[in-house]
């Protein structure tokens, strides 16, 4: 039987460490603030707000919200950015999407400054990671992957990695925070040619495919450590990952579940995030 990693665990841990945080920076004249800028009213983007709101207050982190409507304009919400660009008293901004199909994402993404897009969205927060220099913060999703690995002792130095996927979001920001952690790291992806016989050799596999139990016994070998980051819904209604856990779980050595993995810690790299973005406002001030 694998060990699970539980997201509770880390999440718990991190937890302690940025309330520690908070009320250094408190003390010293500094309540770490979280924007929160959604646009309508979808039900996944409500979710997502309130579960980041009840991080945010059980770690002493101050939020404000930005609702402006679904048929907000262009002009408007640039305009939106661009204030919370130039208030000092917020830190960090997660500006929810998708947005609007009239609304030209890439453009909004890069109106917002990178020392405060605590989400990981802007080139300049991808150039930080792909460069290993702190400009901007990596995307939530893969820095929890390392958080999990971290906590529970996995340290990727000298060991062979594989990521399932190759998207800005998870799979190519976690390969290159995986490297300079000085593993060795090979990128899968939907060309990749007998994809099971590259995923078999890792020692460490992240599962970013993007589809409901894609990943099977033929994928992995024993000892493995696999972090599934997918989220998915099957017919029964019932969120399962990337990787088919029934299949996978009694091959491996350590796996995350789906419920209560990797999505579990996403909120809390979140709200490490803003405490990191306030640490750095206060030292340039």
């Given at each position: ?29 500094t309540t770490p603030t979280l924007a929160i800028l959604r646009v309508g009213e ?244």
């Amino acid at each position: 039987m694998a060990q699970l990693l539980k997201g509770a665990e880390v999440v718990s841990a991190l937890n302690e460490t940025i309330q520690s945080d908070v009320a250094s920076l408190v003390s010293r004249g500094t309540t770490p603030t979280l924007a929160i800028l959604r646009v309508g009213e979808k039900p996944d983007d409500l979710a997502y707000e309130r579960g980041a709101m009840k991080r945010a207050e059980t770690v002493g982190i101050a939020v404000r919200q930005i609702v402006l409507p679904e048929t907000v304009s262009q002009e408007a919400l640039l305009a939106e950015i661009a204030k919370i660009n130039a208030d000092a008293t917020i830190h960090g901004c997660l500006m929810l999407r998708p947005l609007p199909k009239h609304i030209d994402d890439q453009c909004a993404r890069e109106a917002l400054l990178p020392e405060k897009d605590v989400d990981g969205i802007t080139d300049g927060s991808l150039a930080g990671v792909f460069t290993g220099t702190k400009r901007g913060f990596p995307p939530c999703t893969a820095q929890a992957c390392m958080e999990i690995l971290s906590y529970y002792g996995i340290d990727p130095v000298g060991k062979s990695a594989v990521v399932i996927g190759r998207s800005l979001v998870i799979g190519k920001p976690v390969a290159m925070m995986l490297l300079q952690k000085h593993a060795t790291v090979t990128i899968c992806h939907t060309r990749t040619v007998d994809m099971p016989s590259v995923t078999k050799r890792a020692e460490i596999l992240i599962v970013a495919a993007g589809r409901a139990g894609v990943v099977g016994a033929e994928y992995v070998s024993a000892g493995q450590t696999v972090l599934d980051v997918g989220i998915n819904f099957n017919a029964e209604g019932k969120m399962v990952g990337d990787a088919d856990f029934a299949a996978v779980e009694p091959i491996v050595g350590a796996i995350t579940p789906v419920p209560g993995g990797v999505g579990t810690v996403t909120t809390s790299v979140l709200m490490a995030h803003v405490v990191e973005a306030a640490k750095r406002s206060l030292e340039r001030s």
